[in-house]
C-alpha cells in the first residue's frame, strides 16, 4: 500500500467480512465472472474484501498482496484459502498475464506511482482478464474534499489520518486507465455530498481537538443516521458523476495487440 508511514503498516487493514449490501462489495461481484479462475488483489490489506468476494464466487483461486506484514499475517487466520504474499503494488512479484481477475480497492490514492502501479496490474492480468478499480477521486470538482482544499481548511484530513496523497480527478482516472492499456467496460460512482460530510466527519473524529465527539451520543445518531442516507445516496445516483467523489471502474485487458 505505498508510502505508508511505519505506524500505518502496523496497522491491521481489512479484517472481517464485507457486508453484502456494501455498494463497493456489489459493484466489484457484479464484474466477477461466474466461471472460476485466478483472482488477485493488490493492497488486499488482511483480505476483507477478497475474502467476501470468494465467498460469494466459489472455486476461485485467491490470491493477495500488501506492504503490511501485520495485515497478512492477520488474514491468514481466516479460514479462506488465500495466498497472501508481502509485495509493493509498484513491482507485483507475478508472471505476466498468470491472473484472470485483479481487483483494486482504496489504494491508488496511497501510491506515489499510479501509473506503475496500473502497469503492472495490467501485465499480470491475462488478455481478456477483467480488472475493477475502486478510487477515491479527492481533487473532483464541486466536492466537499475539493472546497476545503480552496478554502484550505482541513485540506490535508485524509493525508494524516487515512495516508491518502494523491488528489484525482475522474478524468486522471480515465486517463490513468487508458494509458496502462485498459479498456473501460462501466464506471460508475458513489459518495456524493451526503457520504461526503460522512466521511469527513469520520476523520475528523481523529483530531485531538475533536476526539469528544466520539462519545457525543447526538453525534453518533447524526453519523448513522447520515450512512443510511448515504447508502442511499450511492445507490440512487450510481450513474451521476457530478460531485461523486468514488469511481467504481470496470475493464478488461483487451485480447489483440
Known sequence: M????RTRLDLV???GYVHPLNIAFRRALAWVPPEPGRMLEVGCGAGRFLRTVGRRR???ELHGCDLSLVSLKAGRTFP?????VLADAH??????????FVLMVDVLEHLPGPEAALAEAFRVLRPGGRFHLLVPCEGQPLTLYWLTDRLKVGADLKERHGGHIQRFT??????LLAGAGFRVQDVRYSMHPV???KDLLFYLEREGWARWLRGNFLFRAFVRVLWVLAHLESTLLGRVPLAAVVMHVSAERPKGP
Open 2 to 5: 505505498g508510502v505508508f508511514t
Open 58 to 60: 466459489p472455486g476461485w
Open 195 to 197: 457520504g461526503q460530510l
Open 80 to 84: 479462506e484459502p488465500v495466498e497472501y
Open 170 to 175: 475522474h478524468a486522471d482516472i480515465l486517463r
Open 13 to 15: 487493514w481489512g479484517g
Open 91 to 100: 513491482n507485483l512479484p507475478y508472471r505476466d498475464a498468470s491472473f484472470d
